[in-house]
């Protein structure tokens, strides 16, 4: 996944985040593999528990049987063809999740070797706040980032000025 290149900027604001509203005494479940970004978590003092790769679209039960009280989710919702589904079935009452942006200049990523590695989903701000809020969830922070590369182009320059990056800390509506 990360063979050539390593996402430091995503990965330290993703950190930096997750730290504000989530304290190291909490449990996790990283909804995903076991990846980059959950080691660091540990590295920081984080019990991170990750799913085992599972079709979540089709399988929620490590979810539904998880004991963690807080559910991350960095970039997995966009691979998602029903994230409502799995967001519905989150038991814990603390979310953080991030997601890719759409942006306006670019087509949807989909890789040609990795039938895993697609967006199957881009959002746009107000369509994950759209999503979150349909299954229960109130956000309470919210922040978004540039994602710039050092390439020459009118889409590489667009990238220093367009959020690409989208993170919320929300929390579960009581019923």
């Not at 539904?64 to 409502?84: D, G, K, M, R």
């Not at 020459?152 to 800390?169: E, K, S």
Request: glycine fraction near 2%.
């Amino acid at each position: 996944m990360y063979e050539k290149t390593f996402p430091n900027k995503r990965f330290k604001h993703t950190l930096e985040f997750l730290k504000k509203h989530i304290s190291n005494s909490e449990t996790i479940l990283d909804l995903g593999v076991e990846n980059p970004f959950s080691e660091i978590m540990k590295q920081h003092g984080f019990c991170v528990e990750n799913t085992k790769g599972e079709d979540l679209d089709v399988d929620t039960s490590t979810i539904l049987n998880s004991n963690a009280s807080v559910v991350t989710a960095f970039e997995i919702f966009e691979h998602l063809l029903s994230p409502f589904t799995v967001l519905k079935s989150i038991k814990t009452d603390k979310l953080v999740a991030s997601v890719p942006l759409k942006l306006w200049f670019s087509s949807a990523y989909r890789s040609k070797t990795d039938m895993l590695d697609r967006h199957y989903h881009e959002f746009e701000d107000w369509q994950f706040d759209w999503l979150l809020e349909k299954a229960g969830w109130k956000i309470i922070d919210r922040k978004k980032w540039t994602n710039p590369t050092k390439k020459i182009g009118i889409r590489p320059i667009l990238r220093w000025f367009t959020p690409r990056y989208y993170i919320v800390y929300a929390e579960k509506i009581s019923k």
